[in-house]
């Protein structure tokens, strides 16, 4: 597996690392393997333990009626191109055909306008974790475009008033920080151009990471919905005055596109290498078996580092396997730390440390190694979370005129005024596109028809 070739080395590792089987007899629709199962509920729990603090867990159904989903119609234009519809009840042709969620507004928000009437109610902040459909046209590919999105985890906000709604937003940029930090994987926030907005949203803010391909990926999406669905929906309350006001919404989510860029940006060309709070395990033992006399002394060594490490998830690998197809092995599947007990250590009361994101080896002695674990956790998320954030750096640059991006990989900052007509011919002479924009604090000049702007726009070939 060359990560150099990153299209190839990525299908590999999926199942390699038996993350994703792609061999389900349906374009576009993938199968977890146990192991790629059991990091993506790691890595989701890590997200709901965030929400926890101020959202409640809510789940609504996967089938929603035609006429809810129609109801407002920039949303559905966005898309209508998209929905798998279910029109038959075993040989009955239903009255009212029903579409397999693309997003879940048009099931939650008929319910919001029963269940909210006063501003006792707000703000209501719910989230649920699930699968979404989307008839994807273009080419579908294991965790980055998928026909059936398995996890997508999607909050949905109520509130008084736009000024709620924002701040609400706000914390949600803050909590996709911290969820993202945690994962060591970088990424930059940008507002998407109003021609990229979610449909039927006032603006959308956007995380967006880069592969290692040089093309973006967008990793979590955040949107101050104003009050259009509301008033779609007629979702008021009455405010303190005993006026009938709509609410103002807001929604965000995160689908697995996030493990695609935790196995993306961290990888090598031996495997994963998963920060150590998301591994299925996070301690590989193992024993270097010399002569059968050592045996049963170094397998009860091997069972006291499992316990002096009882608060970590370990393994202990007693298979008859030499030991290099066993690190081989671990190593591929991304376990942080590899703990080895061979005659040696077991003479000295040491025990040996490998890390799987260096490769680096030390003796450690017995009575430090707790300690030592501990610290090398830590260690551990910040090398690889600085190098990844070292690479995306690298391939961040500003540019003063749009061809310098052309058949270049990364991302590209440029000064535009902010204007569709702008942005458009930036794209085109660019061959990339607009993500999104943000202020800068000194003024530059939009190179295509010289206004003087506060804006930067950020270019980039997305996944
Ligand atoms: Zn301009």
């Given at each position: 597996?060359?990560?150099?070739e990153?299209s190839e ?12 089987d ?25 997200l709901?333990?965030l ?12 089938l ?6 129609l ?66 046209t273009?080419h ?49 926030i ?135 197809a ?17 005659p ?41 979370a ?5 690479f ?6 500003v ?19 902010g204007?569709?007509d ?42």
């Amino acid at each position: 597996m060359k990560k150099s070739e990153f299209s190839e080395w990525f299908n590999e590792l999926l199942v390699d690392a038996q993350i994703m089987d792609v061999r389900y007899p349906v374009k576009g629709f993938y199968v977890w393997f146990p192991f790629g199962f059991n990091l993506r509920n790691r890595t989701y729990n890590v997200l709901r333990s965030l929400l926890d603090t101020d959202h409640e867990e809510a789940y609504f159904p996967l089938l929603i009626p035609e006429h809810e989903l129609l109801k407002e119609s920039e949303h559905i234009k966005g898309f209508e191109d998209e929905v798998f519809w279910v029109t038959r009840g075993g040989s009955t042709t239903l009255d009212v055909p029903l579409a397999l969620r693309p997003t879940s507004e048009t099931a939650m928000y008929p319910m919001f306008s029963i269940w909210i009437r006063s501003h006792a109610d707000l703000p209501l902040r719910l989230y649920q974790l699930v699968n979404t459909f989307r008839y994807e046209t273009k080419h579908t590919r294991p965790l980055i475009r998928l026909r059936e999105i398995t996890s997508f985890l999607e909050a949905h906000t109520a509130h008084e008033t736009w000024e709620d709604a924002k701040l609400q937003t706000e914390v949600a940029i803050k909590l996709y920080k911290e969820f993202y930090d945690g994962l060591g994987v970088p990424y930059v926030i940008s507002r998407r151009p109003d021609w990229d907005k979610f449909p039927g949203a006032d603006y959308t803010i956007a995380f967006d990471t880069l592969m290692p391909d040089g093309k973006s990926l967008q990793i979590g999406t955040i949107h101050h919905l104003g009050t259009k669905f509301a008033k779609t929906f007629d979702i008021m309350y009455e405010d303190r005055d005993g006026e009938q006001q709509y609410v103002n919404q807001t929604c965000y989510g995160v689908s697995e596109r996030c493990i695609a860029a935790l196995i993306s940006v961290h990888g090598d060309d031996k495997g994963l290498i998963l920060p150590p709070e998301v591994a299925p395990t996070q301690v590989v033992i193992i024993p270097i078996f010399k002569t059968a006399a050592d045996d049963e002394a170094l397998i009860e060594a091997c069972e006291w580092v499992a316990r002096e490490l009882s608060e970590y998830r370990t393994t202990i690998d007693l298979a008859d396997e030499r030991p290099g197809a066993k690190y081989y092995k671990w190593e591929r599947q991304g376990v942080p730390i590899r703990v080895e007990v061979g005659p040696r250590d077991l003479a000295e009361g040491s025990v040996t440390v490998a890390r799987r994101d260096t490769g680096e080896k030390e003796s450690v002695p017995r009575a430090q190694l707790s300690a030592h674990i501990a610290q090398l956790a830590c260690d551990i998320l910040a090398n690889i979370a600085g190098k990844a954030h070292a690479f995306m750096l690298s391939k961040t640059n500003v540019i003063d005129k749009p061809e310098e991006a052309k058949g270049q990989h990364g991302m590209f900052k440029i000064a535009w005024c902010g204007s569709e007509d702008c942005g458009r011919t930036l794209e085109v002479l660019s061959d990339a596109d607009i993500l999104g924009e943000f202020e800068e604090a000194s003024e530059s000049f939009c190179p295509i028809c010289n206004a003087t702007t506060y804006v930067q726009a950020l270019l980039a070939r997305p996944y």
